[in-house]
């Protein structure tokens, strides 16, 4: 019933920048808080940002001046604007949204990835 659809990975240049975004559809009452994470090859899944429902933010520190999350509640969409783009950002990125259905039912989603590399 409910999808996260992520866009806007690709390959850049050391120092340029890429914007990815995750619209949730389906049959969804509310959205709480919504996320970026990332997995590179050889590496455990890490929180890059995170926001909540009232636009509270965290960020991991290596990417703290670089990246902007944001998000549209009206199109239930979350937004990563990631800039000065360093090789170390390659991996596959995942949106993740917790999202209530119904009254009761409270559950996380995540988006199917999409991989950023970046080039030296």
């Known amino acids: 019933q409910v999808q996260l659809v992520e866009f806007g990975g690709g390959l850049v240049q050391a120092g340029g920048s890429l914007r990815l975004s995750c619209a949730a559809s389906?049959?969804?009452?509310?959205?709480?808080?919504m996320g970026w994470y990332r997995q590179a090859l050889g590496k455990q899944r890490e929180l890059v940002a995170a926001?909540?429902?009232?636009?509270?933010?965290n960020y991991a520190d290596s990417v703290k001046g670089r990246f902007t999350i944001s998000r549209d509640n009206a199109k239930n969409t979350v937004y990563l604007q990631m800039n000065s783009l360093k090789p170390e950002d390659t991996a596959v990125y995942y949106c993740?949204?917790?999202?209530?259905?119904?009254?009761?039912?409270?559950?996380?989603?995540w988006g199917q990835g999409t991989q950023v590399t970046v080039s030296s």
């Open positions: 993740n949204a917790d999202i209530r259905r119904r009254i009761g039912l409270r559950e996380g989603y």
């Open positions: 926001i909540t429902s009232g636009g509270i933010t």
């Open positions: 389906g049959s969804i009452l509310s959205i709480n808080a």
